[in-house]
């Protein structure tokens, strides 16, 4: 079989010739496994941009009063650093990028339903984050409210938000754009023979998280452009002065970013699901408990925004319901683990650096997710809302588990994605130092806190030197790891070793293509009859 | 089984219909989120709500309720005739519509303009003397019934272009998903419009 | 290519009798809201609208002729958003 593939040696996705030449052949192709490499790359330019803005703060807050900056600089980085890290890199992530390329390879189709759209949604992208990144260079300054634009205070600043707004409402469109597509291509475009249960996980946690693509964004795009026209003519919707409820501006906004932190979480549990079978040889343990779970957390999770508002002044009533409902919905992310914990049970596991990183994936991701059972419980809330617990818990979630499923991803497709092999050394060394870096940076900032440490504030007072220098210090030491693993990787993506086309033993359809894929993904349509993690 | 065909085929109607329809989905979310609003406010200002929606007009609400009813019915008729093979109907029903949803945009911009020139809009002198409830039904007035109405602009830029589509034969009696679809989006308008017309225009 | 969701022509007839519903349910909510029912006035109105929406979903948009599929995903979204609308109550109710 294999020789008939050198044989007809057709031109990879990486190769071919089409209409256009040069950059235009990648900036107009309508090829889901291009498109997924162009998010790829405007990925990796914004996410260092945003990197460094932190690593910044993380160096002002490394001693207490004014270290390299003054406190407006420090309120505008952490807005910029939070819009960009959120709106333009977790929360279009790993569907962008890993779901534009993987989805039709391991579902067996030949590209998504809608190839121009899914061109279309990363031009808006670009544009979303060409209008939102403008807010810096000219009007009266820098936005300074956070990524979360809380009113009033959003329409008050003097500083420029509109554009920062307005970026952030444009995104939206690409989510929801990006949102459709999948969602029509699972339905229809599945290989004969692939039933709903016998679908790989990473596709179904893609399926959940369309549909709350779909049925989140619209409420924050409505909400942002609520503020837009607060901002533009005075109509009174968040403003108390008019008669406004900015409280409603929470709600608004949290009914959608809720939901939005699980657009980030659930396919990063996917590409665990994925990794983790692959490396044990083993078939995942509970396949149908954890796509119930994945269909539970979706729809769960839209119904506990509140807790973000524990604070903010609600009914009684609303702050018991909503805590019930958070601690309901940690139900479902336990089960995961579980599983995946179990899968490893017994299983004569092949140690490569993606498994590790899956591996430090459940360690940082328990932290977090137990840190937001803390965070859940009312009581606690009113002591740590807005503290360094907060950003703690959040970056273990998010940074560590979004991230690290990125990075999981990168390392576990990049031979089908690039037809080369990175070195694994410099991989596993990169991993080490980030892992102890991203450790050092967090871990303390729990327990500044617990001892009352603000969050957003480029000050503080005596008390809290000590576990600041360590956090700083972390922040460079995970850097450098970045550093490592990000050069590692696009020096081999030239120089590496040709791979196999199934360098890991991988059973899903997207190892028995060629690495990299042809423009058609497969010779022949396949037909599935097993399920997806077959190893026996 | 049908599976294995639609892969290599180009057109998948079906695809498209559920793409319409999740696009669709998106838009009642869109105005569900200013629902939100308008019930809070209206929960917490019963009283100016009641005086403030006194002030609009129910006779040219209820006109243009009709007119995008009617409209409605004609965009559906549309469908079965293209289906008839009718093509000349088919355009007929569909400049209808269009022609209904530009008598709406004159209805409402008589309208606006009235209220404007009485001194009402967001931010105006008059009604920041006005109770707060009222401040906000009318910007909400503004918001939900100018958002609407960009809608009904897209709308029928969406069914000139499938007009076209028809003229040039592309859509047919056994190829015409595009004009389902613009119907679709042309019934999510009137579906909104019918909340908008108790909300805003009979509460009194 | 599935072709059968094509295959069943809604007649004109259908159509015509069911625009007469939908405005008949018109002029009646603005008949019933224009005599005072007090707090009864709004759930009228908006009992009509729903019924009227539901009309307009099964019969223009063709929801009561396609698969089932499409019928229980416009429902789920409705119920989503009716959900929604009754947890923020929970704050506003309540404070
Ligand atoms: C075990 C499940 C989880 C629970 C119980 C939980 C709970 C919480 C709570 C109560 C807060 C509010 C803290 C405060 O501001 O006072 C919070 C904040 C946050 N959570 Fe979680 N969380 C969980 C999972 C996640 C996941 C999966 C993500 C994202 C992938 C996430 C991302 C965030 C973010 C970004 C914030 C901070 C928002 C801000 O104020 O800027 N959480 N979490
Ligand atoms: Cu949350």
Request: proline share 4%.
């Amino acid at each position: 079989m294999s020789d008939t593939v050198i044989q007809n040696h057709e031109p990879n996705y990486l190769e071919y010739k089409g209409r256009y030449k040069g950059i235009f052949a990648w900036i107009f192709s309508t090829d889901h496994k291009r498109i997924g490499l162009l998010y790829l790359y405007s990925m990796l330019v914004l996410f260092s941009v945003a990197a460094i803005l932190g690593l910044l703060m993380k160096i002002e807050l490394i001693a207490p009063g004014k270290t390299i900056m003054d406190a407006q600089t420090y309120n505008s980085f952490f807005t910029l650093h939070g819009i960009t890290m959120i709106f333009l890199i977790v929360v279009p992530g790993l569907p962008a990028v890993f779901g534009n390329f993987f989805l039709p390879l391991m579902i067996g189709a030949k590209d998504v339903a809608f190839p121009k759209l899914n061109l279309l949604s990363w031009w808006i992208y670009i544009l979303g984050a060409a209008v939102a990144l403008s807010s810096q260079f000219f009007g009266d300054g820098p936005p300074d409210t956070g990524w979360t634009f809380y009113a009033p205070y959003s329409f008050r600043t003097g500083t420029n938000m509109l554009p920062a707004v307005t970026g952030a409402f444009i995104l939206g469109f690409s989510s929801i754009a990006t949102g459709i597509n999948f969602i029509v291509t699972i339905h229809r475009m599945r290989a004969p023979g692939m039933t709903w249960m016998k679908m790989p996980l990473f596709p179904w946690a893609l399926y959940s998280t369309s549909w709350i693509q779909v049925l989140a964004t619209p409420i924050v795009g409505v909400t942002l452009l609520m503020i837009v026209l607060e901002r533009t003519m005075q109509i009174g919707f968040f403003d108390p002065a008019l008669g406004g409820d900015p409280i409603l501006y929470q709600h608004l906004f949290w009914i959608y970013s809720h939901p939005a932190v699980y657009i980030m979480i659930l396919p990063a549990m996917g590409v665990i699901s994925e990794i983790i079978p692959t490396f044990a040889r083993k078939t995942i343990f509970g396949y149908k408990a954890i796509v119930v779970s994945t269909l539970a957390i979706a729809f769960v999770g839209y119904f506990v925004w509140g807790h973000h508002m524990f604070t903010s002044g609600m009914s009684g009533t609303a702050l018991y319901t909503f805590s019930i409902l958070t601690f309901l919905v940690a139900i479902p992310s336990a089960i995961k683990i579980f599983n995946w914990v179990a899968t490893l049970h017994k299983a004569s596991i092949d140690i490569q650096t993606p498994f590790l990183w899956a591996l430090c994936f459940l360690f940082v991701f328990m932290i977090g997710g137990l840190s937001g059972m803390v965070l859940g419980a009312l009581s606690a809330n009113v002591h740590l809302h807005d503290t360094a617990f907060v950003v703690a818990h959040f970056h273990f979630i998010v940074f560590g588990g979004t991230g690290y499923a990125f990075f999981g991803a990168l390392h576990y497709w990049y031979p089908k994605m690039f037809g080369r092999m990175y070195d694994k050394g410099w991989a596993n060394i990169g991993l080490a130092v980030f892992f102890t870096g991203f450790n050092t940076l967090y871990l303390p900032m729990f327990y500044l806190g617990m001892i009352g440490m603000p969050r957003r504030y480029y000050d503080y007072v005596e008390e809290f030197h000590g576990p600041n220098i360590v956090s700083s210090f972390g922040a460079m030491l995970m850097i450098s790891g970045l550093v490592i693993i990000i050069t590692n990787l696009v020096r081999s993506a030239r120089k590496g070793e040709i791979a196999e086309a199934d360098p890991w033993k991988g059973k899903t359809l997207e190892w028995t293509t060629a690495s990299p894929p042809t423009l058609e993904n497969f010779d022949e349509i396949p037909i599935v009859t097993k399920l997806p993690y077959d190893y026996e | 089984m049908s599976n294995y065909a639609h892969i290599d085929e180009h057109r998948d109607d079906e695809g498209a219909k559920i793409g319409m329809w999740l696009f669709i989905f998106t838009e009642l979310l869109l105005f569900g989120g200013l629902f939100i609003v308008y019930s809070v406010y209206r929960y917490i200002n019963p009283e100016a709500f009641h005086l403030a929606a006194e002030e609009l007009d129910t006779f040219t609400g209820t006109v243009n309720t009709v007119i995008l009813l009617v409209s409605s019915m004609t965009i559906a008729m549309s469908i079965s005739s293209i289906q008839y093979k009718n093509k000349k109907l088919t355009l007929i029903l569909m400049g209808l519509t269009i022609l209904l949803a530009a008598v709406f945009m004159v209805n409402k911009y008589f309208e606006w303009s009235g209220k404007i020139s009485h001194g009402i809009y967001p931010g105006s002198p008059t009604l920041m003397e006005a109770s707060q409830g009222e401040i906000l039904f009318f910007g909400l007035y503004y918001a939900m019934t100018g958002l609407h109405a960009l809608h009904i602009i897209i709308g029928v830029a969406f069914i000139a272009y499938v007009m076209r589509l028809v003229v040039k034969n592309e859509v047919q009696h056994d190829n015409f998903t595009i004009l389902e679809n613009s119907g679709l989006y042309w019934h999510l308008v009137d579906l909104i419009w019918i909340f908008l017309f108790p909300l805003f225009y009979l509460i009194t | 290519m599935e072709k059968e969701q094509h295959t069943h022509i809604v007649k004109y007839k259908t159509y015509i009798f069911v625009l007469i519903a939908l405005l008949f349910m018109t002029f009646a909510s603005v008949a019933i809201t224009s005599i005072n029912l007090g707090p009864y006035t709004v759930s009228a109105a908006l009992l009509l609208a729903s019924i009227k929406s539901i009309l307009v979903l099964l019969i223009f948009m063709h929801l009561k002729f396609d698969k089932k599929f499409y019928g229980i995903m416009a429902a789920s979204v409705f119920l989503l958003l009716a959900c929604v609308i009754f947890i923020t109550f929970l704050d506003y109710l309540y404070r």
